[in-house]
């Protein structure tokens, strides 16, 4: 009787990556209470993509052409975090990253509590990516406050469980992924991955800066 050994050959997959900006107290101390400063209509969103909430504010999209040093340091860290995620992907070199114009929309939220983010994607983007500012403080019994949540791009993956697939290991597991970001962490995915964001139950305020990327020759 033959032994099967199957040989695993793990396919679409989605890359996720993980960063964090060291010794970030300060920036962040900066950014916050710029951004708070800056929460007025001057620097709204005038045109959301979805049904503004009074718990949440949506900057303009041009945040990383403001000069102040504290946004440039984040411009910085953020889009070479993203340009470094880029090489370890594809076959590009930061060589060959470097002759493609690298085009931005950046901006921050404030979310109070109850506030969250729909469902969505960006599909007018390649690369997508998430900065914690400030976390916000957590809530005893609010587990999922203010998640961070990516879905599993599979769509039916998960129509029918039963015990031989429902504890598939992390990189085939059918379910979101969720994250609760921490100050100075940046997770960058794939624009097309539809995420949201849980309704935030902290007290004080959370604070993220998002981008989306996109290259041209």
């Not at 879905?151 to 085939?172: I, T, V, W």
Request: glycine share 4%; net charge neutral; charged share 20%.
């Amino acid at each position: 009787m033959v032994n099967p050994s199957p040989r695993l050959h793990p396919c679409f997959g989605v890359p996720i990556a993980e960063l964090h900006l060291t010794d970030c107290e300060t920036v962040n101390a900066e950014l916050a209470a710029l951004f708070v400063a800056r929460e007025t209509d001057e620097y709204r969103n005038p045109m959301p993509s979805h049904r503004p909430q009074a718990e949440l504010f949506e900057s303009r999209f041009n945040l990383f052409r403001w000069p102040e040093p504290c946004v440039q340091r984040l411009r910085a860290f953020m889009l070479e975090g993203i340009a470094q995620t880029v090489t370890q992907v594809t076959d590009l070199t930061l060589q060959d990253l470097g002759r493609l114009k690298f085009h931005n929309h950046t901006w921050f939220h404030i979310t109070r509590a109850a506030g969250s983010f729909v469902t969505h994607n960006h599909p007018m983007a390649s690369w997508s990516a998430v900065y914690c500012v400030r976390a916000g403080q957590a809530v005893p019994g609010q587990p999922d406050s203010g998640v961070l949540r990516l879905a599993d791009p599979r769509c039916g993956a998960n129509a029918y469980l039963d015990p031989a697939n429902q504890r598939l290991k992390p990189a085939y597991a059918l379910r979101p992924l969720e994250l609760r970001l921490v100050a100075g962490q940046m997770v960058v995915f794939p624009s097309y991955l539809f995420h949201e964001v849980s309704p935030f139950f902290g007290a004080d305020t959370r604070i993220t800066v998002a981008t989306n990327c996109w290259f041209a020759r």
